[in-house]
């Protein structure tokens, strides 16, 4: 009840920031952009990295608020960790960092994205207490094949009294 809520808060407002400011959130992308080229990535115009971030932003917002009110939450955790990771490495490029000081806040803010990232994870596969799909079904075939057996042996037993 708590803890879903406090997970999805920062991605949340930082899905709003998205959405309502996305030159702060291109204006970002552009910093990792030469790195990105370097991978293979196209690059990217500054008016489609303002829609990429809109687009983000509200898919953040929505995952976001649907696993902090439990609405379909191992689906909304998966989005949120899926986007996560690519919003974390933009935010917090370590690796073009100059001075001491913003490396250990892009490391601060990746270890609180790994955190998060983290819990997400664990989400992905809460099941609050239900037995997996796999299990449920493994579970009624035994049955099954366990009532099977209890009723060919009854009737077995029920042809050796009926026969005797």
Known sequence: MIARPLIAAPFVIDGLSAVKDPDAHAQQF????PYLERLGVPPVITSDAKMASRALGAVTVLAGTSFALGKAPRISATVLAAT???IA???NPVWTAKDHELRGRYRRGLERYGAALGGLMLATVDREGEPSKAWQLANWREQQLAL???RNETWEAA???FDA
């Open 148 to 150: 099977t057996r209890a």
């Open 159 to 161: 042809k050796e009294a």
């Open 89 to 91: 490495l933009v935010q």
């Open 30 to 33: 552009q910093k990792v952009s």
């Open 84 to 86: 996560a990771v690519p």
